[in-house]
């Protein structure tokens, strides 16, 4: 069944020039774009989106990084999206993660890690909400 997520291209991407690639292996894995948008977060809208990890010890630096430069938030659709993406992004620490997935070829650190990806349905409809409009889901 056709299934919504959210992805983030993260700072690093944009910065490592790695949007291109990602993008292609996304649409390669069967996913269809349906809204996305260059943006930079604000601090408050950071640390909102990451407010589960808020008495994490990498919060505060997760923010700082995910304010660092441009993100590229994406609406993707697929059968079995949210399970599929996270599969494709590979496990949060690179060094974990499988050979072939997009965090393995892309990511640099735990933190770096080059992409999000929402972890549940109920996550995933917050998480599409806060950065697209349903205009622009419709
Ligand atoms: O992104 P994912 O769902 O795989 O991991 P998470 O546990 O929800 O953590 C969110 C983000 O925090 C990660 O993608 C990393 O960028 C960062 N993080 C970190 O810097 N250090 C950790 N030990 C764990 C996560
Ligand atoms: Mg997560």
Redesign the pocket.
Known sequence: MKQRTLTIL?PDTVARRNCGAVISRLEQEGFEILAGRMLRLSEEQAMAF?A??KD?P?YR??VE?MTSGPVWPMALERDNAIEHLRKV?G???PAKAAPGTIRQQFAT?????AI??S?SPENARIELSFFFSAAELA
Not at 109 to 113: D, G, K, L, M, V
Request: avoid cysteine; charged fraction near 30%.
């Open positions: 993260k990451y589960v990890h994490k990498f630096p997760l990084f992004m496990a949060t620490d650190s735990i933190e770096r890690n999000h990806g972890d």
